[in-house]
């Protein structure tokens, strides 16, 4: 089937998840600097939600950029992939509501263990997708990152429910880890170019060619 699709929608959805995480931002009570203090906590894991749809939606680009089709499988995989991602806006307003409470950021890295899991499982039903490029999967190899992100956040959750701020770095960790495209998709999605030095070199006038002026002299074409 074609990726048309699945590519429309997931962008669809992910700019609606973004747009109801900034309409989650309160405006101050009043109108001095010192009012945006108590709104730190908010602000700060909007930006941390930003980042990580942000990586989200890169990649997942970029994956699909690198696929020729997709079946009912990865269908089904996007989709699982979108609900966890769904969950994002309200793990976000609660963890930054209660200024990261131990259970309101552990949740934030449950959501966040299952999005890596499930894109994880995309990205390998898109691999053994009938009639894929072969070239995705040489691209994506035993996909190391796709498994530290999720042990990453497997540690960070019981963590959180003792020290949150250490968990919301080690969050933080992960969307540095996927800030950039993924370097060996970018590498399969690169247009092959010419060696510099085997550039041809300009065609010389040939005095014979059919159509040259009769009369003219051959050593006006010379160099």
Known sequence: MAKGRVEAFSDGV????????????????????ADLA????????YVLSFALLGTYWNNHHHLLQASTVVDGRVLWANLHLLFWLSLIPFATTWMGATTFAPV???????VSLASAIAFYGLVHSL????????ALAAAIGSDRTGLISPLLYAIAIPVALVVPV??????ATVVSIWVVPDLRIERVLEPPT???HRASAPARPNPGA?????????????D
Not at 38 to 45: F, G, R
Not at 211 to 221: E, I, K, Q
């Open 194 to 196: 010419d060696h510099p």
């Open 127 to 134: 691999v053994r997708c009938r009639a894929q490029a072969p």
């Open 38 to 45: 108590p709104l730190a906590p908010t602000v700060l894991s």
């Open 104 to 110: 309101p950021t552990a949740v934030y890295g449950i």
């Open 210 to 222: 059919p159509g040259r002026p009769r009369g003219v002299d051959s050593t006006a074409f010379s």
């Open 14 to 33: 992910l700019a609606i998840l973004i747009t109801i995480m900034v309409l989650g931002l309160k405006v101050p009570s009043g109108s001095q600097v």
């Open 166 to 171: 250490l968990a919301v770095f080690v969050f």
